[in-house]
């Protein structure tokens, strides 16, 4: 069986994570079609294409990065991606709570039209979906990262050995030096003087 590179309440923070994707999705989605039905008079047919821009990306890149330290949690690509996934994880999690902002505050007034002519439940459920995915990354961030900080040799990461320096001169020792011929010789500072001084 494959040895799991993450600790398994991380792999179900994974799995949460993308069920909370599907409700952000699903809210996405139904929020989009809202306002492509109701845009206000005289908005052109890309207002709500562009209005939803970033929130689309968001969703996505949250979407991809889930999968892919999913099917990298069996492998040792997980240990040596570790860092990378904080990285990722901290970027769409400050842009998940930009989307989550977006559809609390701002959703109640679109285009001069009041909450009300909107459907709900869609603009709560994006939010609801872009909360948890804020949750869930945070978890997340907590659990990758505290396996990049521990030990080394614990978890997959690789080990140091410390380097081992050498003192004296490699310079060879005339035969009529008294020097010792022993170990300690290297330890010792150099008396060597080369001939044509």
């Known amino acids: 069986m494959a040895r799991l590179h993450i600790h398994p309440l991380g792999l179900f923070l994974l799995f949460f994570g993308l069920l909370s994707w599907v409700v952000a999705l699903g809210g996405l989605g139904a929020s989009t079609n809202d306002c492509m039905n109701n845009r206000p008079p005289g908005a052109k047919a890309d207002y709500c294409a562009n209005m939803y821009q970033t ?3 968001t969703i996505w890149f949250e979407f991809f990065l889930l999968v892919i330290m999913l099917l990298t949690c069996f492998t040792a690509a997980f240990e040596r991606a570790r ?4 990285t990722y994880l901290a970027m769409v999690t400050v842009q998940l709570t930009y ?4 559809f609390i505050t701002n959703s109640f007034s679109i285009g001069g039209l009041s909450f009300n002519d909107y459907k709900s439940e869609a603009y709560n459920a994006a ?3 872009a ?4 949750i869930t990354n945070f978890a997340l961030i907590i659990f990758v990262g505290l396996g990049a900080t521990a030990a080394p040799g614990t978890t997959g990461l690789p080990t140091f050995t410390p380097l081992s320096l050498q003192m004296g001169s490699s310079a060879p020792v005339p035969a009529t030096s008294s020097a010792p011929t022993t170990m300690e010789q290297k330890y010792q ?9």
Do not use: D, K, M
């Open 55 to 57: 929130e689309w990306w």
């Open 189 to 197: 500072p150099s008396t060597y003087q080369p001939s044509n001084f």
């Open 83 to 86: 860092y990378i996934y904080l």
């Open 99 to 102: 989307v989550s902002q977006q």
């Open 131 to 134: 909360v948890l995915l804020c």
């Open 127 to 129: 939010a609801a979906g």
